[in-house]
């Protein structure tokens, strides 16, 4: 059974290399006839792990190809993965197993209601990955994939088939908490470092904005039926901003270079859940509206 891998970005090319690696069939699913010509030129896909680059002859195919698909996985950005499913349904087979890659929360429930004969299943990694090159990723941190669907069903067979790959990952029946968990975390870290412009560690000097931030999201995930996703956030927020106190947040990275961010899947999706239950929430509203006024005072979409 092939793997079609939409979107040969960071994650993408991450999965679809390991795949490769390990012997088994994946097709990359590019843009436009005119990346698909561009990628052609190339040997394949490289990925750099350890310091260690291979290269993997994959091959391509835009959407308009037209074998049916039986397992997808969807590793475009959540802004663009309900206009790239829609583009691509035709081709799913009934039953077809569709992986949805994609951080924050609202972009799976839209997928999953344009394709209703299909299984979607929801992936939160923790993994990192980044390009350094056109058609070249860089693994850059060891991290983990839950994988599980809402419907509460059983493990799929070809999980063996990421074993064999050497991608670490764990079927969950509670994938919803997992995503909600790290949708929090983001909202805690990852907007205040745009804002302060700083690394994630500097919001240590932050800690009271950071607990009262805390405060709200424990209580939304309270009213959303996530307690286990509230229970020990603000330990959880500190631990991961002493841990990764170097690093820069994904949201800053993406302002920091001039690209789209998933606000409205992250922030904004909070913030909707919260009004559509009446939980007040105004820091964290607070919070939405200084970062869509810096997002719009440097030219970026602010949805
Ligand atoms: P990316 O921007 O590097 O890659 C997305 C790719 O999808 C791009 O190459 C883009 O051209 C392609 N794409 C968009 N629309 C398409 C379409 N219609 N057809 C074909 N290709 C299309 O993004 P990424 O960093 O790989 O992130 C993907 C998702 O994974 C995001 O939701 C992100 O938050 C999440 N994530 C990323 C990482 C990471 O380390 N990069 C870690 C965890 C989670
Ligand atoms: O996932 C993250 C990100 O930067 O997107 C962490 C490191 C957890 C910060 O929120």
Redesign the pocket.
Known sequence: MCWHV???????SLWATRLARAGLPVRL???DDARLAAYNTQAGLALDEKGQRQTFAILAQT?SADEPIQRLLV????Y?AE??VA?IAPRLSDKADVLL???GLGSQDAVAAMIPHARCIFVS???????DAHWSVVFA?QGFNWLGDTRRGAAPAWLSELERAGIPHQWTPDILERLWRKLALNCAINPLTVLHQCPNGELQAHAQEVTALCVELGHVLQRCGQPGAAEGLLDQVQQVIAATAANYS?MYQDVAQGRRT?IRYLLGHVCAAAAALDCPTPKLNQLRLRLIEHLSARGLPSD
């Open positions: 939409l979107g040969a970005g960071s994650l993408g699913i590019l843009r959407v590793a475009c950005k959540a663009d206009r790239a583009a890659l994609q951080n990694s923790t993994e990192g990955a980044y390009r941190g994904s998933e």
